[in-house]
């Protein structure tokens, strides 16, 4: 009886895990696409103006003979890729790396300067990598966040996407 127990209250917590974090991404990783921005245009809003700005088109994966663009702002110490994805008029982002340097004040509020505070805010890491913390978006994983430190300090953030 206690085996059955047991195994119930392990298929419950998993399930109840992988139901939510599978429908929407973890707050950390939200708190940085809201605070990066969801376009070029709201990069620029939220971060200022970039040093750079690069265009191309891409194929989309999905769409025969659709092209999309892919967005590539540059600011100091990092970067913000966008995909402009031309079959549902949207754009998402990709991927972006950012220097604490350019941090704004929201950012400073999503990722604490102190790496300990980090923690404390968002929990445990799923991964501990050499110079870095990982937290994964999802449950399938395929998509994370690498807080980057130094002496217990927070030096950038690298937000990967993933393209659906």
Known sequence: MKKIL???MIGLSF???ADTDVVENSPL???????????PKNATKQLGAPTNK???????PYVENAKDKEIIL???????????????????L???????KSFNASLNETIPSDLKK???????????????????????????????HKNGKVTDVEFIGYLD
Do not use: M, Q
Not at 82 to 90: A, D, G, I, P
């Open 54 to 60: 690069s265009e191309k088109d891409v194929k989309n």
């Open 94 to 100: 990709l991927r972006a790396k950012l220097n604490t």
């Open 118 to 148: 980090v923690i404390l805010k968002h929990g445990k890491p799923d991964e501990e990598l050499n110079g870095a913390i990982r937290y994964y978006c999802t449950f399938e994983a395929n998509e994370w966040a690498n807080i980057y």
């Open 15 to 17: 399930n109840g895990r």
């Open 29 to 39: 990783c939200k708190s940085i696409e809201k605070v990066v921005g969801i376009s």
């Open 6 to 8: 047991i195994l119930i």
């Open 74 to 92: 540059n600011y100091p110490g990092g970067y913000t890729v966008f995909r402009y994805l031309s079959h549902n008029n949207k754009y998402i």
